[in-house]
């Protein structure tokens, strides 16, 4: 009865407008009162007008009231508060944008504490105590704060739908049941509840075991990406080491080398000074015995002469130029060609070591092989954007289309020399490497019905120059074709031919796992045909090929939306 009575006084003394306790109350003349603040904020917007309201009764007042506290009023307020009436609301208990408001409050309205599936409204603390104490009222089923309750009514008889048709899948009112929905298997809402909500339970433990499975899922692809990194740092930390050891070994054999030059050098060098000198001695004796001898021939007193006259003409042993012998002038070349050779046997065992670690990484497979797609949508999903790359293409294939389209023309194009062009078969690549899973179609037109078209893959590594089975797709280990003439298609790899035997199409798909090893060609129409399919392992990126026979033949490169 008291909390009645303090309800009741803390409506009978709170402001309409703030909706909270009075705060230095005045009443203007009509008799109603309000905190000064809020009434001089509303009469201050009232100011352009001149016309000032009562904003409950709404009596004008044409001169602005002179507002005085009301004294009487403003101790009773506090004489209240003493004897236990409960402020207004704080500010978190009225209703927010994202809140549901109370149905029953007028000016600033609270928040709903719950609200009746009966009445189909909402109520704060306050105006739910009817529903709380009435018994009439009690009966009422009271649920969460919802703002969806008006999806409660029929929109075709305003009415509250209470029953389920089975039939329809729908929520009804009565009306609905015994109208257009008459003979329908019908049952209350309530029935169709009970029914539905004991299958909650299976779906539930099969959605929680399926979510239990997922998350042990993720913490293993976790675990495995934590040891996919380590491992991966561990061998580039080692495999750096190792390159670095062998650049210091290098490095040392090439010091070595180069003193072992310059030591053969300086010997041979002092040898040959050495000899130099010897003979510049013998030259300048035999210049100064050659100068004696003929002013002895030129002295014409015959006793003189006899007198002069050397008792010996012969020479010393002397190293003359007849016992030298000048090797052809290599020098050191020989060394130069026996480090090339070192050179070409470690390129050699490079080329080789890169081929084997690229296949051995290439095998590093954390997950299982994904499945191949179904349909042409699920292909859809990989489609890669292919050109064709100029520099390989041969001069008879006239690319257009932005380099996605190909046709066979007798006469040459002027392309620029370059060392990856095809120069003997009719031959062009794609500028894209390809790795991961890709997808991409060709559609090929024109001569022999339909046009005689090659779709294939290649390793970069293929041959070029000339017109061995080395440089023709499918004809070595490198490349893998399929041959589109007319209705007739073939596979071919490493040269040798596989017939496949299916329904012609004018457009072929092409589907690659790189890493599951993974290639299939399919003949695309209304359907995905499968023509062949390759399982191996590709140790290198691969690009896309096409080779032209027929004149006026083409294949295009189709953009996939």
Request: glycine residues 4%; hydrophobic residues 30%; aromatic residues 6%.
């Amino acid at each position: 009865m008291a909390q009645q009575e303090n309800q009741l006084d803390r409506e009978r003394f709170s402001c309409s407008i703030c909706l909270d306790l009075l705060k230095d109350p005045v009443t203007i003349g009509c008799g109603h009162s309000y905190c000064m603040s809020c009434i001089k904020t509303h009469w201050d917007n009232e100011d352009q007008r001149g016309i000032y309201r009562c904003p409950q009764c709404r009596e004008i007042f044409t001169l602005r009231p002179v507002l005085v506290k009301n004294i009487l009023i403003a101790d009773l307020v506090e004489e209240l508060k003493k004897t236990g009436l409960q402020a207004a609301p704080a500010d978190h208990c009225y209703a927010g944008p994202e809140d549901v408001a109370c149905d029953v409050c007028t000016g600033r309205k609270l928040k709903a504490l719950k609200s009746c599936l009966v009445c189909l409204a909402s109520y704060c603390e306050k105006h739910l105590q009817p529903h709380l104490q009435s018994p009439p009222l009690k009966k009422h089923t009271l649920v969460e704060p919802s703002e969806k309750l008006q999806e409660n009514i029929c929109s075709r008889h305003d009415e509250v739908m209470k029953m389920f048709c089975r039939t329809d899948q729908q929520c009804i009112c009565y009306l609905c049941s015994v109208d257009e929905h008459k003979d329908h298997d019908t049952v209350s809402a309530a029935a169709e509840r009970t029914e539905r909500q004991r299958e909650l339970g299976p779906r539930r433990q099969t959605i929680q075991q399926r979510l239990q499975d997922r998350e042990k899922d993720v913490k293993l692809l976790q675990q495995e990406e934590e040891a996919v990194n380590r491992s991966a740092d561990k061998a580039v930390e080692d495999s750096e080491k190792i390159f670095t050891e062998l650049i210091r070994l290098l490095e040392k054999r090439s010091s070595d080398v180069k003193q072992q030059i310059r030591s053969q050098q300086e010997t041979e060098v002092s040898r040959v000074k050495e000899l130099q000198e010897k003979l510049e001695q013998e030259i300048t004796e035999l210049k100064r015995r050659d100068d004696e001898l003929k002013q002895l021939s030129h002295t014409e007193d015959h006793i003189q002469f006899l007198l002069n006259y050397p008792p010996s003409l012969s020479l010393s042993e002397s190293t003359h130029s007849s016992s030298i012998r000048i090797r052809p002038l290599r020098n050191f070349e020989d060394v130069t060609a026996a480090v090339s050779q070192v050179r070409g046997r470690l390129q050699d065992i490079l080329s080789e070591t890169e081929t084997k670690i690229l296949q051995i990484v290439s095998q590093v497979d954390v997950l299982l092989p994904q499945p191949e797609p179904k349909t042409r949508a699920d292909f859809f999903k990989y489609s890669q954007e292919i050109t064709l790359d100029p520099n390989t293409a041969h001069k008879r294939l006239l690319l257009s289309e932005g380099n996605r389209k190909v046709t066979f023309t007798r006469e040459e194009q002027f392309y620029s020399d370059h060392p990856d062009r095809f120069t003997g078969w009719l031959q062009v690549l794609s500028r894209e490497s390809l790795t991961g899973r890709c997808y991409w179609e060709v559609e090929r037109r024109g001569g022999g019905g339909g046009g005689g078209v090659s779709v294939a893959v290649t390793y970069k590594n293929i041959n070029r120059a000339g017109w061995s089975d080395d440089c023709i797709l499918g004809f070595n280990d490198k490349s893998w074709r399929l041959d589109c003439y007319g209705n007739i298609y073939n596979f071919y790899h490493n040269n040798i031919q596989t017939p496949v035997s299916v329904p012609p199409s004018s457009r072929v798909g092409v589907y690659l796992d790189h890493s599951a090893g993974v290639l299939s060609f399919y003949s695309v129409s209304d359907s995905m045909t499968l023509l062949h399919r390759v399982q191996t392992t590709f140790t290198q990126p691969l690009y896309a090929g096409v080779r032209v026979f027929n004149s006026g033949s083409s294949a295009e490169l189709c953009k996939l939306k």
